[in-house]
Each structure stands twice: as structure tokens, then as C-alpha cells.
T-cell receptor, first 113, second 114 residues
Framework: AQKVTQAQTEISVVEKEDVTLDCVYE???????LFWYKQPPSGELVFLIR??????QNEISGRYSWNFQKSTSSFNFTITASQVVDSAVYFC??????????FGTGTQLKVEL | GAGVSQTPSNKVTEKGKYVELRCDPI?????LYWYRQSLGQGPEFLIY????????DSGLPNDRFFAVRPEGSVSTLKIQRTERGDSAVYLC????????????FGPGTRLTVL
């Protein structure tokens, strides 16, 4: 069975602080895909990034960066210089050969002025 | 282009009634998924269609839940004899048929069973 753990239920930071959201996963599949989605207060899930199990390169997109480490089964997400608009629930998700996504319970990020 | 659309955005019904929730995927996406999200939780998988057929319905909680996709595009999730525990946001997503491809989500239907 697949499992995604997001141990941080809620994080509060002050604007311009850096923040890292943790994601740990479990799977028996050798080929799998990891995702991060953002769910703002409006409720719609917004895709942020997709990573396959064979690509451990870290990725940076603007203020966002992702650190994928197979050795620790982690796929952490860092927001640099956070902004109020980053306030949302962030979900890490995993899929193996069957395509269905297994989500973590999410991390509520609150960025305050 | 247009994203995934879902109707209605909100549905309030009484216990025991029948409801239908509709999903219109991104044009050209052959894979379509239904998830259910309860308050404070991550989305949970219900069913996955590849074309017209259900490729995986292992997430449907019981036989009151049923989904169809007769022409391989629009899908309808049907819930019979609704119960208060069915109250949740029902999310639809679509993707290409490539393994592990990104799933793009619609805005969801918030179902409230009184």
C-alpha cells in the first residue's frame, strides 16, 4: 500500500521568511511519481510540480524549490521569501502504476504580515 | 484552454435522496478521476476511468456510489440513498493516459446531506 505523511499540520510564518513543508512517502513500486498541489481558500487544487522516481534532481521555480531524496523517501517543498498569497493548504501526493493519487493530510500554511 | 468543470458547485439534499454530480474534463484527456475530500483531509480516490470504462473503482465506499462515462468525455457520479456521512467535496480530475501524468482538478462539488 502507498502512504504519504505530512507531519506538519499547520505552519505560521511572517512574510519574507523561508518555510519548508515536509513530505515523506512509502511505496513498493520502483516507478512512481510525486506531486505537490496547492489548495487556496477558494478550494481548487492547483498543480505545482511533478517528479518521477528516476529523477532526483532538485528543482527551482521562482520562489519555490523542491528537494527529492529517495534515500529518505522524502520530497520536501521550500518557499523562499514567503508572501501572504502563499497562504493555503499544501498537499503532497504519490502515484505508482495505477494512476490513482494517494494524498497526504496536507499542511496549512499561514503567512502573516 | 478550458479546465475541468464540475456542476453543480453546491448541492444540498436530504438524507435518503438521490444525487448526480457532473464532471466535464479537459478536452482530449482520456483519463478521468473522482476523489472525495472531507473537511481537514486530503482527497481520497474513488474511481478512475480510462475512456468509457472504469479502470479502477476500488475507492467507491459501497454500492450506493456509481459513476459512468458513456461517451468517454463527461462523467456523472451518482449517489443513491444519501447519508449524512456522504457530505464532502467531490473532486474530479483529468489527465492524459500516460502513466503518472499530471492530474488537473476541477473546482469540486460541495455536497451537503441534511
Amino acid at each position: 500500500a502507498q502512504k504519504v505523511t505530512q507531519a506538519q499540520t499547520e505552519i505560521s510564518v511572517v512574510e519574507k521568511e523561508d518555510v519548508t513543508l515536509d513530505c515523506v512517502y512509502e511505496t513498493r513500486d520502483t516507478t512512481y511519481y510525486l506531486f505537490w498541489y496547492k489548495q487556496p481558500p477558494s478550494g481548487e487544487l492547483v498543480f505545482l510540480i511533478r517528479r518521477n522516481s528516476f529523477d532526483e534532481q532538485n528543482e527551482i521555480s521562482g520562489r519555490y524549490s523542491w528537494n527529492f531524496q529517495k534515500s529518505t523517501s522524502s520530497f520536501n517543498f521550500t518557499i523562499t521569501a514567503s508572501q501572504v498569497v502563499d497562504s493555503a493548504v499544501y498537499f503532497c501526493a504519490l502515484t505508482g502504476g495505477g494512476n490513482k493519487l494517494t494524498f497526504g493530510t496536507g499542511t496549512q500554511l499561514k503567512v502573516e504580515l | 484552454g478550458a479546465g475541468v468543470s464540475q456542476t453543480p458547485s453546491n448541492k444540498v439534499t436530504e438524507k435518503g435522496k438521490y444525487v448526480e454530480l457532473r464532471c466535464d474534463p479537459i478536452s482530449g484527456h482520456t483519463a478521468l478521476y473522482w476523489y472525495r475530500q472531507s473537511l481537514g483531509q486530503g482527497p481520497e480516490f474513488l474511481i478512475y476511468f480510462q475512456g468509457t470504462g472504469a479502470a479502477d473503482d476500488s475507492g467507491l465506499p459501497n454500492d450506493r456510489f456509481f459513476a459512468v462515462r458513456p461517451e468517454g468525455s463527461v462523467s456523472t457520479l451518482k449517489i443513491q440513498r444519501t447519508e449524512r456521512g456522504d457530505s464532502a467535496v467531490y473532486l474530479c480530475a483529468s489527465s492524459t493516459n500516460r502513466m503518472g501524468d499530471t492530474q488537473y482538478f476541477g473546482p469540486g462539488t460541495r455536497l451537503t446531506v441534511l
